[in-house]
DNA sequence: TATGAATGAGACTTCATTCAT
DNA sequence: TATGAATGAAGTCTCATTCAT
């Protein structure tokens, strides 16, 4: 029981150094004996707790879905009943969404520039969970059309995983700016504007 | 300069090999060698043409960079004076990208999944490329802002930078799609329809 | 006492289990977590009972030594008197040796597969347990020239030698046969007729 | 065309090379890198030449197969028409059999003590082999039976592998005899005798 | 006595790049 | 200019053995 406990934490810690060195070094530039030394064990230890090395990635990436997964999933879609209160909610959203990936710049960094690539089934891994983002934010979508706030001629899915790309491409651009608080408000506001009203005058 | 054109074209049959092997391969798993050997080169050749393995990949990015920048900046912004042109104009656009991206597979494996992470340098690269981009579509918001058929208020280049991550992600989805042309009029309607109009009811 | 039976027994389990994972998968492909994992020890147990992997390897040879060395034993070579008696003799050793192989796959696969070329002093040791064996062959051929139904001119350690030779080729292939029964009587009369008679018309 | 010689040559060199070090310090425990080292070549040299460490090995045991053939089949079975042809036929046969496995010790070590146990595959080569040689001792009873100077009931292809077995023997016993000689000399006799003459007084 | 987590030597293999021909 | 043989750094992974608990 304790034994288990040790061992889930050895997990964790090896899946931490190795979070931290893909996301700095980046997934080819990083060893096994690389993630072994910095936490001053045997590479042959590493070997006991993950199978190889995309073994450990893989379970990096799931790490990098969970997180962002939290703050997809952290509203519930349902209960929105205005575009008033819409609106609010995508920037309740879009603020936790672009703190995390500012807060944990290895997030942006795995996802967006180490993970693609290395494995066709780890692509695949990811666009599903891309495909499980945009359902969430289809939903909201849905619930919109249902209340009468938004278009009931709009296309749900396809919209919604077209957000998704301005709201990732925004996480993304936001994280590697000077002023990362200013871009935020910018592209939150950008994209909501957009969004709601869209460009036209 | 019969000398100069052989040794161009050599260049380019090598960067035509390149680019469709870092295509269906990818990067890492597609050897100097295997370049050489669908030219039937000896592949001490190919180090007369490109210093390494990197500089190539460079080149094949320079070559997916101006495939796409043709298209970008295949229209004029400033001739643009009302919704409905501007409405046209980007439909046009779009056709345009998302029929490259669906006749040129390669295209979008090696931007999309094979070019992150590969080098620092070249992420930049990329990252300035997709700015120049940006720029365009910056142009076109601008140019409706001046014409009084955008909203005067919009933020031209995030919101700019933010159409482009959808028309990416489109492009991207399409590319990868069962269907593609039922998928590229849905992805071209969602999208002009969410610029232009916004989702509210 | 009960402490050393236990222990004993330990040790016999082991045996067993080592004597049939090396026959099955061989000796460079069998881990000392296999052997530990078929008794649901720990491999650090294994320790306890055996010195490391080699020194199980000799233990599981001396058994294979022993029951060989069971049947090459099992008659006694002064008592027979004739030619007929001795026939019946060498048939009765040759259908307990053939029997013992086909009933143990595992015997024929570790002496002729596994352990040549393990370990030069490993070698030494089957070496002389087959002098061993060649000796108990010229007994009987010792004994028949005494009693004069052999030649008193043959060479009777070299010959017992070849006589054995012809022996474990027989029960190799016999094993390893699609119809061991059919096969063991064409080897055991092919051997009998050949020592006794020759092959002179 | 020199080019080539060159590369059958180098080809050559490292068979060479491996065939020793296979024989003097075994398969397990000699490394690629033995290899290279003797022939002052990188060790990635190595693998331009032979896939990788079974392969040279398969490729040494085949120049075991062909060196112990080339005696094998030095014979022709067919002429022989009377015993002491066939006597003085298995003579020449033993002697240079028996001289080949003593002038080169790698021989037997390879054939006897390295190959078994590395590679079922491999095993099953060897296999094939010894069936081939036997089928060539098979010749010689089937025209001793035809020409009527061998017994019309014996079971050829049975006792064409004992005889082998025989000889196998012999040539491993002799190749580690303090003096090879004289058991050269006392095999040959006691292996004839054994064969033509039987065993019975 | 039993355990199994930790270790690290060591082996194989790949491949980008060089350079003599 | 073209070639491809040679190189060796570098990296992944295994597993027998130890030893603290």
Known sequence: MARADLIERRREEILGAAYRLFGEK????????????VLEIGHGTFYRYYQNK?????HVIDLVIEKIGGV????EPRTTETLDEYRAQLQRIGERLFDLFVSDRHLAQILFYEAPG???????????????????TEQYLVNGKKKGFLRGDL?????ALAVN????????????????????DEWIRAITRLMLEGLAA
Do not use: C, W
């Open 26 to 37: 980046g997934y080819h530039e990083t060893n096994i004996a690389d993630i072994a030394a």
């Open 54 to 58: 995309l073994d450990i990635f893989i």
């Open 72 to 75: 997809v999933a952290s509203e």
């Open 118 to 136: 290395i494995d066709r089934a780890l692509d695949e891994k990811i666009e599903r969970a891309l495909d499980v983002f945009g359902s969430f």
């Open 155 to 159: 296309n749900a899915p396809v919209t």
């Open 165 to 184: 790309a301005m709201i990732f491409e925004g996480v993304r651009r936001v994280q590697r700016a000077t002023h990362p608080k200013k871009a935020k």
